[in-house]
Structures are given as C-alpha cells and as structure tokens.
C-alpha cells in the first residue's frame, strides 16, 4: 500500500472515531429500543462524503479503492458505531456504475455521491426461493415501453429509507431459457413514484435494529428504461456486485471483534473478584487471546480479498472467506466478552448484549456460511456440487 493512502487510512481514523464520539452508546441504546433509524449519524457520514468514498470523481464521489471502503466500515464498528443503516449507500451504486448506460450513470451517480439520492435498498430475497436465487418468482413482463412487475420481496433492509432500489426479477421463466442462471433481469427502481403504483412496503421487526422489510409488487408499471445492462443477464451483474458487499461486511465484522476484544480486557483488567483482577485467570485471558489471534488472523484474508478486488480478480472465493472467517471471529469476540462480563453482559447500560445479537446477523447474510463452504467446496476443491 502506498504511503499516500497509509496517511489517508490515519485521516479517515481519525475522523470516523470523532464521529463516533459524537454518537455515543446512549445514541445507539435508544435507537435499538425504539427501533428507529440511526438518521442523524447517517446525515453526519454523509456530510463528510464518506458514503461517497468508492463513487469515482467523475461523477462526485472520491474514487477510493475499496480498501478505503474497509478502512471507512471497520472503524465505525471499532469505535461503538454501526454501519448497517448505510453500508449499502457505499456500494449498491455499483451495479450502476459497473453496468448501466452512460444516461443512468449521469442521472443517478452524482446525487447519490451528494447523498442527495439514497439508492441503499437491495431487493434479491425471497421468501420462498431464500438461497437459491435463481429461484425466485417475482416476474418483470414487458410491456411496450414499460415493464409491469408482480411478486414478493422479504429482508429488503433500508427500503423505508431510500429513494432507489436495485431489483433482481425473473424476466423470462426458468423452463424457458438454458442455464438457470439466464433469464434475471436488474431494474433500478425509483421507490417514491413505485409506492403511488402498486409497490408495498411493510417494515419487518427483528432481533436487532436493522430497518428491514417486505416489499410486495402488484402490476408495479415501471419505465423500461429502469433495466440494468441487458435483459436476462442480470444475475451476473448481481453477483459481480457481491464480492463488494461481502468484502465490506467482512470489514464491519472485524470492527466489531477489535471492539469486543477491547471491551473485555479492559473489564477483565478492572473486574476484581476472589481479591484479583479476572483477567489474571488462564480462564479469562485465553479465550480473548484466542479471539484476537482469530480476528488479526482473518483480517489478512480481509486484506488479501480487498487487494484481489482492487486487482480486477472476479473469484469470489477470498470475499466469501473473508466475510466467513471475519462474521465467525466477531461472534467468538462477542462469546467471550460475553463471558468475560458475566451476568453485567446482560444489562442494556454495557452495549454487550445489543452488540452481541447485531454481529450474529453477519453469519447468515448476505450469504450464510453453508453456502460459502459449498462454494469453496465446488470452486477450489473440484468437489461436486452438494444441491
Ligand atoms: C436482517 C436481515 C437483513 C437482510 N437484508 C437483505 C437485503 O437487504 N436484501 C436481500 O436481498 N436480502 C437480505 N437479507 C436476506 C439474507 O441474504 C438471507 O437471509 C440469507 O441469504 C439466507 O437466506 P434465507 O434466510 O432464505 O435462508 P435459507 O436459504 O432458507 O437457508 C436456511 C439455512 O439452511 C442452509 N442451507 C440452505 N440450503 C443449503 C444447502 N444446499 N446446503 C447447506 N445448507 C443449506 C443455509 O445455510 C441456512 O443456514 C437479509 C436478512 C436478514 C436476516
């Protein structure tokens, strides 16, 4: 890495932790009882043009690599925040930018790198098809110049809280086209005229604060001029998007292990019982040894798949291990501080217990570990597919 963006990761440090000194716990408790959106924090990352950091310059962003993307998610996480009411600002633009027309670049790129556009809705799930993507049965039909979309979203996180939103829908049937793969089709929605049109929001209330929905299309008329690249190839574009997202998440999940692991040696300095600090017990000690052995250990893989990306390498394989081995080291880190805490874990006040259920999310989405051991598996190991 050169020395130029070594000072820009001290610079952006520096300035995610004063930002997160601004948004103290007693931010985050409240926002996690309400279950209401962090939007002033968001305003705040915004206002810095941090959300806009992997935007190129061209069309008003900063045009960091995505290790800067890391750096950005990895310190919110570290010090007490939590990214995932904007994570997808940063790089839902990509499959614009990587594969729509020059009009939708021009229209679109500049005022969500201003943030005056919020494209961080992301409509791929669904509740019947879950992991087999291909699967899934919302279906675009053209018409003219429109296509008029019906069927179901679920887990379509933020979709309250944006303007645009990146759907993946079957535009031919799967017993029509080759490859199963074939036949999706990506649509950039504009969500404020889609609800005056046959588009349904419904917020889903979950285990942790996370703004997410189901989202219901019934004759939604859109102009065609909303598709993505081509029509049937959209699967491909969705996937290229991915090695981003799990680059990007594996970054906050790393954040919050440093955030963990710091959390219990500084209580297991401080907690005296039996006339000794807990940390001096083997007990204490090992397991937050081991989950900070465990977390540097999977941040060079971070590391080697953000190098990999920023490369050109289109292999999935160090993103999705990345995001495994960083989503299972914060939920060791998590464990043990819960441990460390004994029964003071449980109380709302320590942010052990909020911080404990929001990284166990990282285990299951946006893939679950299964599916990236069956892709590592079938892609490095030659084995046969399982499903
Ligand atoms: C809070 C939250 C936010 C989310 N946000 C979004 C979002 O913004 N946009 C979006 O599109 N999606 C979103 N998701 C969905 C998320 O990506 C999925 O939940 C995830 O991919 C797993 O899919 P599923 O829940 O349908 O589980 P399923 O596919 O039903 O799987 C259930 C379990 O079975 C296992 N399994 C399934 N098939 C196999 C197999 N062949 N071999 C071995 N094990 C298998 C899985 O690993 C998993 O453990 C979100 C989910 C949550 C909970």
Redesign the pocket.
Known sequence: MSEDLQEVIVQIRDTVKKVCEEFPAEYWRAKDRERSYPKEFVDKLTELGLLASLIPEEYGGSGMPISIGVEILKAIHEFGGNAGACH?QMYTMGTVLRHGNDEQKQQYLPGIAAGDLRLQ?????E?T????TTNISTFAVRDGDRYIVNGQ??????AEQSDLMIL?ARTTPKDEVKKRTDGLSVFLIDMREAQKNGMTINPLR?M?N?S?TEIFFDNLSIPASSLIGEEGKGLRYILSGMNAERILIAAECIGDARWFIQKSSDYARERVVFGRPIGQNQGIQFPIARAFANTEAAEAILDKAARLYEAGETSGTYANMAKMLASEASWEAADTCMQTHGGFAMAEEYDVERKFRECR?YR????????I??YIAERELELPR??
Not at 364 to 371: D, G
């Open positions: 997808a809705a992301f409509g791929v799930t509740p098809a879950g992991s087999d979203k679920v887990w379509t996180s933020r993946l979950t942790i996370h997410t999310l299951i989405a946006p893939i679950s570990t299964n599916l051991l069956s399982s499903y």
